[in-house]
């Protein structure tokens, strides 16, 4: 068996994307073998290709940590040829191959069945979308109800950020959206928020104080660093951050003051290494309650054979919204 695939090679001048016909040795070991419909681009998997990203260990690999598509072939009793899946997080596309190539081959126990999406919804919310689903279920987890307050969304239009406004506003939360994108006011307006403000804080040369005007009841925030202390400082009594990136810096240069006098909980959102019951539960609600409205004003979508200059968009920054990367017919 020969499949297409696009595999990240080492070399001196940095690590190249490369189009080739690879060999059923390719897909490794696993159980469950999928034809891939799609893939999607995430911030992760411009990592993926950039020298010193730290997410990859041995090269050469096939990148893509989203895999959408239909088992061809199953060794476990769970799955069946013709099933629709999605697989996504643990090792998938960063130290095994992932979703840019024709066919994959996973574990079982990595694989969700699909339940009221298609295989290019489920590539249109991806690991993002499913992290922003994670970070508002965190948040309803804690209390938080419409009634509460507003909720703020860091890093709006990217793919956690785009994905937890449309969420948000589809429960009813006022959604404050924060974006370093001047022109993305209609597109966040367009996706159910109800205010759109700069990046924060806005003067990022001033010095944080320890507590802020109490602004926010909540926040999914996907951007870290001074943005993530600065946003702790304006949450309300008894309100909750979940924290799941670091686009603005790894660093939290904050203090324990929320905490001790507001009662304010940090929630850490992990996608990677979430059980699969509870993965596969909130699939299944994905298309459900928590089912954003309007995936198709924030989805894009590239043939696999352009991911490099996606993924060239996403590591500036420049990107919006969630792209799905047409795998199936593509190469
Ligand atoms: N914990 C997990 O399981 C998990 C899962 C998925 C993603 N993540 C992490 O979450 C983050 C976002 O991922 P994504 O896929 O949504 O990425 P993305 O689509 O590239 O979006 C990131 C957004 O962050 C904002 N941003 C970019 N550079 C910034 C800077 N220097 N300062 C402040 N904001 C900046 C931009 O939004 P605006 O232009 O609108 O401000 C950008 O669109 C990444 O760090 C990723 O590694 C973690």
Known sequence: ME??????????????????QVDEGFLGQGTVTIKVHYSSA???????????????RNYPIVPGIDITGEVVSSESDDFAPGDLVVAHGYEIGVSRNGGFAEYARVPDEWVVKLDGL????????????FTAAMSVQALLDRGLTPDDGAILVTGATGGVGSVAVDILSGLGFEVIASTGKKDAGDLLSE?????????LPEDPEAKLRPLA??????????????????VLSC????????????????????????????????????????????????WSRLGKDLRPHHLSTLENYAPITEVESVLRDIKSGNHTGRTVLGVAGEF
């Open 235 to 282: 949450i309300g009594y008894g309100g909750a951050v979940a924290a799941s990136g670091l686009t603005g810096g790894h660093d939290l240069p904050a203090t324990v003051m929320p905490f001790i006098l507001r009662g304010v909980a940090l929630l850490g959102i992990d996608s990677v290494n979430l059980p699969i019951e509870k993965r596969r539960e909130l």
């Open 118 to 129: 298609s295989t290019r919804d489920a590539a249109a919310l991806g690991t993002a979308g």
């Open 191 to 199: 996706l159910g928020a109800n205010e759109v403000i700069g990046r």
């Open 3 to 20: 499949f297409w695939a696009m595999v990240a090679h080492e070399s001196d001048s940095g690590i190249v994307l490369t189009r080739q």
């Open 213 to 230: 005007k109490a602004q926010w009841a909540g926040a999914v925030d996907s951007v870290g660093g001074k943005s993530l202390a600065y």
């Open 42 to 56: 995430n911030f992760k998997d411009g990592l993926a290709i950039t020298p010193g990203g730290g997410v990859v």
